[in-house]
């Protein structure tokens, strides 16, 4: 058997890979974050399998249902939302069935920060505004971030920043950024992306904390810092110039 790690999308229960529904068409042990993904992914489901809600188990826990399904001989669709590459907390999963000796595959899915984006209808690498993407988060109770990985640090490159998990702390997080883009920098929050109750915030990083606040916006929800929001004015790519040697 194998544990399939999937990346179930950002929320819309149209946004998964072909591969990924045929594995969980396929799958009589689904695992999946209850709060975080579509049950609609799982109507798909063969009848009679076993569905388990994640939200309320800890690793051990979960551990202990994909031991018990590789030794009933199921394979298992482990659903994470967005794609798993990015804070899935599946490191530490694979870590536990490599040493149970269980096989696994991933397989990736469409993360929040390509959902909201889309939501946008924005590049976020826009020819002379800003080539480079900085996906990072904050620390509060989470585990602390690694040395030089601060936002005063990463900030420093005025790169496009895109921060998760750090909605309910954006009041804090403002006055460390402004010194490096600006209080006129151009900021998106999108909460909820692809989902039928998206919520599209845009604004500065002088008003947009209070706009988050007045929206009740506190977790589930993306935030996009930096110039290509908002650039109107910059050359056209190499990729389609008359000038590239083809």
Known sequence: MTVHFIGAGPGAADLITLRAAR???????CLYAGALVPRELLDTAPAGAR???????????????????????HDVARLHSGDPSVYSAMAEQMRRLDAAGVPYDVVPGV????????SLKRELTVPGVGQTVILTRTSARSTPMPPGEDLATLGASRATLVLHLAVQRIAELVPELVPHYG???????????????ELILRGTLDDIAEQVETAGVKRTAVVIVGAVLTAGEFPDSHLYSTTRCR
Do not use: K, Y
């Open 23 to 29: 594995i969980i068409a396929a799958a009589p042990v």
């Open 51 to 73: 569905l388990v809600d994640t939200a309320d188990l800890d690793l051990d826990q979960i551990t202990a249902e994909l031991v018990a399904a590789d030794e009933a001989g």
């Open 111 to 118: 993360p929040a920060f390509a959902a909201a984006a889309a």
């Open 183 to 197: 209080a006129d920098c151009p900021v998106a929050v999108v909460a909820r992306a692809s989902r039928d109750d």
